[in-house]
């Protein structure tokens, strides 16, 4: 079945400093993939998404490209800050017509000042 | 334009009771879905529905009863409630590639 393994957490960062968060996946067909973010008490939010293979998703300074050949999809940012902090999850919904999504088990980053 | 709404916030609840998650949106979606978010596990599906009428089981459905009858509303039940049901509950509705969740439902079972 599909499935997502994301870095293990949690990451603690300082202002400024260039965020990785590795995302990989295994899924039937050709998967679109996406990353949410869950900021404290609050439910998931979209961040960015990418539906077919080199295409680059961004958003508030997020990226993340899919590649098919290493069946990854890595979340970066050049410059984190303070209001960065969040639980960050890796997600895909598996071929055309498909709603469901599966998840991958969270990222939580702390940026500190 | 309210979104995804979810009551209520929080719960706690006795094993053995019995309790009604509700979920509504305002934006047309036919699919909606229920997750629960644990420590470690990410959010794990528990019931979708892709229209009024139509629901299927998700990966960790046992425990929970769903139905549709509109296209709004979309409540999740817990008919005898376990310890391992303490979690928060996520509803979800979705169009095209975009899933909007609602803001979370805390359930505590003592």
């Known amino acids: 079945g599909d499935s997502v393994t994301q870095m293990e957490g949690p990451v603690t960062l300082s202002e400024e400093a260039f965020l990785t968060i590795n995302c990989t996946y295994t899924?039937?067909?050709?998967?679109?993939l996406f990353w949410y973010v869950q900021y404290p008490g609050e439910g998931l939010q979209l961040l960015l998404k990418?539906?077919?293979?080199?295409d680059k998703g961004s958003n508030k300074g997020f990226e993340a490209t899919y590649r098919k050949e290493t069946t990854s999809f890595h979340l970066e940012k050049g410059s984190v800050q303070v209001s960065d902090s969040a639980v960050y999850f890796c997600a895909l919904s598996s071929g055309a017509g498909s709603y469901q999504l599966t998840f991958g088990k969270g990222t939580k980053l702390s940026v500190i000042p | 334009n309210a979104g995804v709404t979810q009551t209520p916030k929080f719960q706690v609840l006795k094993t053995g009771q019995s309790m009604t998650l509700q979920c509504a949106q305002d934006?047309?979606?036919?699919?909606m879905s229920w997750y629960r978010q644990d420590p470690g596990m990410g959010l794990r599906l528990i019931h979708y529905s892709v229209g009024a009428g139509i629901t299927d089981q998700g990966e960790v459905p046992n425990g929970y009863n769903v139905s549709r009858s509109t296209t709004e509303d979309f409540p999740l039940r817990l008919l005898s409630a376990a310890p391992s049901q303490t979690s928060v509950y996520f509803c979800?509705?979705?169009?095209?590639?975009?899933?909007?969740f609602g803001p979370g439902t805390r359930l505590t079972v003592t």
């Open positions: 979800a509705s979705r169009s095209n590639y975009e899933q909007y």
């Open positions: 990418a539906t077919k293979a080199d």
């Open positions: 934006m047309n979606h036919e699919y």
């Open positions: 899924a039937t067909g050709y998967p679109s």
